[in-house]
């Protein structure tokens, strides 16, 4: 596909079963130009990229190349017109080194022997070109994550790739990652490639995008300019005006718990910062020794925090077994419908209580996680990526309630790979790297200065 061409994704829909993921959807992809998508868990975003890209058949509707039909067969079909897809989790061979991750599927030379020569020089071609810094020698499985999605990026540029979708790409990067992404992003438009940036993060898509289309129920809303005010974007994703505003600080009280020598207080919630893999699972596995009657809301909902299979109403119970027995260990049935009817009330959970947790969006499934583990006094709150795949109605729900345990005195400990989240909502950070805390900041700290202090290049005072 060479540049200067345009995509149209004419009345695409898609349905799976009674669900309509995408609703007769009509989207212009320019050369030159960065598209963001935008819109709540199940708008259609990612579905809607996956059929551009070969991935889902649509049951009606049209792509065009230039105004030409196209009628792809599967990926294959996609690449080799232009399109590429860097997805969330990365598709690389991990023992292969960055060339040989390049080179298959290529195979460039003749017959069935990889010309590996030429797949450093493409590598490192593409990567002086477009700024990526990647040593075509390199084990993957040795790369941080940063750099192995250099490598997906150049792997779909080799494949010439004059349209790249990348979906949710910022998830697991530092500060720094993000901007060098960002420029590379700049040079692939300037290029006169089309990109598209599919986030749930407002403050990236109008840092970056040249224009914002919005999803939601598997239809386009609107499409915008990327100046448009983030409250603007929320109230069209969900459908309602959503708060955004950074949050009133805490007031410090006695403290409750001390992490590695330092102490966490009653009404602030403290950040825990730093790359993935560098001491968090261990801080909290701690945390948890030290404080067994602490409210917990872990990173997976579905297999630590909820018994799928049970009914909603249990699930609101697990931890509650003595409020809802007699003195002879007996169950009492409506003690325990008051309690569990009491905590959906409160968190929001409305319909019956005998569903299956299974059967729950994911936004759903954390309110019952959180009315579970916050629909009683405690003094104590660990949150381990609490937002994870949540849209932003289900994030601000999210915060509201550990922002009123923390004002109800509760320490509160959020573990988060969302910086923004962090930055938004704490009162401390904490920063890890290789095992340990190295800094005990304001919120408020410069990005970079935060991003050097979790690759550990330089150390708080």
Known sequence: MPSGRTVELRQITKRYGEIVANDAIDLTLRAGQIHGLVGENGAGKTTLMNVLFGLVRPDSGQILLDGRPMAWRGPAD??????????????????????????????????????????????????????????????????????????????????DASLLVLDEPTAVLRPQEVDLLFGVLRRLRDDGRAVVLITHKLAEVTAVADVVT?????????????????????????????????????????????????????????????????????????????????AFIPEDRMSQGLVAGLPISDNLLLDRLAEVTNGWGL?????????????????????????????????????????????????????????????????????????????????????????????????????????????DVAPGVDRAELGMLMAGVRHAP
């Open 214 to 294: 919005v999803l939601r129920a598997g239809r386009v809303v609107d499409q915008l300019p990327p100046d448009t005010p983030h409250a603007e974007l929320a109230a069209l994703m969900v459908g309602r005006q959503v708060p955004i505003a950074r949050p009133r600080p805490g007031t410090s009280g006695a403290v409750r718990l001390t992490l590695r020598g330092v102490p966490i207080r009653g009404g602030e919630l403290v950040g825990i910062a730093g790359v993935q893999g560098n001491g968090q699972d261990a801080l909290v596995a701690e945390l948890r020794a030290a404080e067994p009657g602490l």
């Open 331 to 439: 169950l009492r049935p409506e003690r325990m419908r008051e309690l569990a009817t009491s905590a959906a009330d409160e968190f929001g959970i409305r319909g019956s209580l005998r569903r299956p947790a299974a059967h729950l969006s994911g936004g759903n499934q954390q309110r019952v996680v959180l009315a579970r583990e916050l629909s009683r006094p405690t003094p104590v709150v660990l949150a381990c990526e609490p937002t994870r795949g949540l849209d932003v109605a289900a994030v601000a729900f999210v915060h509201d309630r550990l922002l009123a345990a923390r004002d109800a005195g509760a320490a509160v400990v959020v573990v988060s790979s969302d910086l923004d989240e962090l930055t938004g909502l704490a009162d401390r950070l904490l920063v890890v790297h290789g095992g340990r805390i190295v800094a």
């Open 78 to 159: 996609a690449l080799a017109a232009g399109i590429g897809m860097v997805h969330q989790h990365y598709m690389l061979v991990e023992p292969f080194t960055v060339a040989e991750n390049i080179a298959l599927g290529r195979e460039p030379g003749a017959g069935p022997w990889l010309d590996l020569p030429a797949a450093r020089r493409r590598v490192s071609e593409l990567a002086d070109r477009f700024g990526l810094d990647l040593d075509p020698d390199a084990v993957v499985a040795d790369l941080p994550v940063g750099v192995r999605q250099r490598v997906e990026i150049v792997r779909a540029l080799a494949n």
